[in-house]
C-alpha cells in the first residue's frame, strides 16, 4: 500500500510573539515545524504501514526552509518527501493550493491513502482534505479518530460533535485525522542521522506541469491584516492573609460580578 | 450581491438567514437558501426570498449535499453563499467551493460590509489571532459557526419556493454505524458555569476537589487538552481543537493558559484562575486570579462557597 501524507512546516506557535503596537504576531525568524495535526496524520499512516506494509512519502508545498523542517518526518518514519518550492507559488489560499497538491499527487505516483491533517494550525481553515478528495473524485473522510484498511477498504471511525460515526469506503480514498487519533512518536538519534540519508525531492512548478501565473489567477481569498485581539479583562489579583481569607475574597467577588 | 445560505443544521440555517437578510437590506439584493427537507416556508419567514428544496436527500453524507449545494448555487447564481461551520459544514463548505472552483473562508467568526465588500473575520495561528480576510471570487464561499448570528423573529413574508429536480449521486462512503456520544459532551458549550482542571493536578483522584464545587454552583466541569488526551481522565477539553465555551464564569484551576486553551475560552464572560506559579499566562488573561496551590484554594474556595449569605 501506497500512503502520501500530506504536510505543512508553520511557524512555531508557540514562539510567536506579538508586535507591541500593531499587535500583529512576528512570524519572521520563528522556527518552523510540522504542523501538530499533520504529525499525527503522518504518525497514523506509518502505524498503517507497520500493519499492512508499503510505502509512506511525506508531500509539501513549501519554500527554502520546509527541506529542514520536513527532516522530522523521515525521522518519524517517512520514505521520501516531495516538495513544491516555486517562489511564485508563495501565499497561495486554499482553492489555488489545493490544484497545486493536486497536481503534485498526480506526478508523485499511484496511491491507496492520501492523509492529512483535519487543518493546520496557522490558516485552521480545514479545507485542503475536502478540497482535495472533490479534485481527484475520490472518497472524502474527515475527522478521522481511528483509522484501519483491509481489503481494498478503509475503515474509519469519524468524531463528529453528536456521534462517533464508523464509515466504510473503496480504497484510494482522502481521509483527515483529528488531533486524538494518536500520539506522534519521537524519533531517536540513529533515526535522525538516517532521516538524512533518505530522498528529498524539490519540484518547481514546471516539474509537476503547471503554469505558476495561471494557478496563482485562481487564488481569491485576501489576508488583509492579522492581529491579536485586545484582551479586555479586569486583572485584578486576590490576595489574602490566608488562603481562607483569599477564597471568601474570590467568592464576594463572583456574587457581585452577579455570575454565582 | 445576493446570498444562498444552507445548512443541515436548521437553527443554524435560519441564524445565518438572520445576517444574510440584514445584509442583503444594506445592499438591495436577494436571499435564497437551500432547505434541507424541511417546511420552506420557515425559510421565507427567516427572511429568504426565495427557497430551494430537494428531496431524497436523507441523513447527511458529504456527497449528495455537496451536489446539492452546487445545483442550487447555479440556480440562484449567488455572489455568496453562507453555510454553516459545524463539523458537517466545514467538511461541506469547501468541497462545494471545489466543485465551483472558488475561494472558500472557513468557520469565521464575523462579517461586515467595508465598501460594498465582505470583509470576514476569522481566528488563525491557533486561534491566537484574528484574521481579516476577502475574497475576489463570484461566488464565495463563507462559513459560520452556531451562534454567530441571532435569528430574527419570524414574520409574515411571501417568497417563492422551487424544488430541484437533481440526479443525487450514491454517497461512495457508507456509514456502517452511528454511536451517541455521552450527552455531557454536549452540554459543556452550552454551560453558564465551568470549572476546569489542568496540569496542576496530580492525580485523577484529585478530580473530586472540582467535583465538590461543581456541584455547589451547578457546573460543568473542563479540562486542557493534556488532562484527556494525554492522561484520559475526562472525555472532552476545553480549547481550540476541543470545545469552545462561552460561560458566565470560567473557573481555570491548576490550568496553565496555552493559547490553544485560552482561545476555547475567549467569550466566557468572567474567568477565574487559580494557579500556583504567579507567572503562568493564565493570570494575565483573566478577570479575577488567585495565586496559590489548589490543593489548598480549592477547598478553602468549597468552604467560602457554602458558607456565602
Known sequence: MRQIVLLKDIPDLTEIKLDSQTRAPIIEGVKRRISEVDKRALEAAIRLKEKVGGE??????????????????????????????????????????????????????????????????????????????????????????????????????????????????????????????????????????????????????????????????????????????????????????????????????????GVI | MSFLVFSE???????????????????????????????????????ADKVYTVSGLGGFNVEPYGAAVVEAVKAANPSTVFMGATKRGKELAPRVASSLGVGCMNDCSGVELEEGKIVVERLTYGGSTVAKETSTSTPTVISFPPRCFEKLEPVERTGEVVELELDLPEPRVKVVESREKPKSTADLESASIIVSAGRGFKAKEDLRLLEEIAEILDAQ?????????????????????????????????????????????????????????????????SDYSLVGDIYEVLPALTKALRERA
Not at chain 1, 135 to 157: C, F, H, S, W
Not at chain 1, 175 to 192: F, K, T
Not at chain 2, 22 to 34: C, I
Request: charged share 25%.
Open chain 2, 221 to 285: 466541569i473542563g479540562c486542557t487538552r493534556p488532562i484527556s488526551a494525554d492522561l484520559g481522565w475526562m472525555d472532552q477539553w476545553v480549547g481550540i481543537s476541543g470545545k469552545k465555551v462561552k460561560p458566565s464564569l470560567y473557573v481555570a484551576c491548576g490550568v496553565s493558559g496555552t493559547i490553544q486553551h485560552v482561545a476555547g475560552i475567549r467569550d466566557s464572560q468572567i474567568i477565574v484562575s487559580i494557579n500556583s506559579d504567579e507567572r503562568a499566562s493564565i493570570h494575565g488573561i
Open chain 1, 56 to 257: 509512506v512519502v511525506a508531500l509539501s508545498l513549501g519554500d527554502d526552509k520546509t527541506k529542514t523542517a520536513l527532516l522530522e518526518a523521515l525521522a518519524m518514519g517517512a520514505d521520501a518527501v516531495y516538495i513544491v518550492n516555486e517562489p511564485e507559488l508563495k501565499g497561495l489560499d486554499t482553492n489555488a493550493t489545493s490544484k497545486v497538491l493536486e497536481a503534485a499527487v498526480k506526478h508523485a505516483g499511484d496511491y491507496d491513502l492520501i492523509i492529512a491533517g483535519e487543518m493546520t494550525l496557522d490558516s485552521l481553515s480545514s479545507q485542503i482534505g475536502p478540497r482535495l478528495a472533490q479534485l481527484l473524485d475520490i472518497p472524502q473522510i474527515t475527522y478521522v479518530k481511528e483509522l484501519n484498511v483491509a481489503d481494498g477498504k478503509v475503515r474509519a471511525v469519524r468524531d463528529l460533535e453528536d456521534v462517533d460515526e464508523v464509515v466504510e469506503a473503496a480504497l484510494p480514498a482522502v481521509v483527515s485525522v483529528v488531533r486524538e487519533i494518536n500520539e506522534p512518536r519521537i524519533p531517536n538519534l540513529m533515526s535522525i542521522m538516517r532521516a538524512k540519508r533518505k530522498p528529498q525531492t524539490v519540484w518547481g512548478a514546471g516539474d509537476i506541469g503547471l503554469d505558476a501565473s495561471e494557478v496563482k489567477s485562481q487564488s481569491y481569498v485576501q489576508i488583509t491584516s492579522v492581529s491579536a485581539p485586545k484582551v479586555e479583562r479586569k486583572q485584578i489579583r486576590i490576595e489574602g492573609e490566608s488562603v481562607e481569607e483569599a477564597a471568601s475574597k474570590l467568592v464576594e467577588a463572583l456574587m457581585q460580578e
Open chain 2, 9 to 47: 443544521d436548521r437553527e443554524l440555517a435560519f441564524q445565518l438567514l438572520g445576517k444574510a437578510r440584514e445584509l442583503a437590506d444594506k445592499m438591495g439584493s436577494e436571499v435564497a437558501a437551500l432547505a434541507a427537507g424541511s417546511d420552506p416556508m420557515e425559510y421565507v419567514s427567516q427572511g
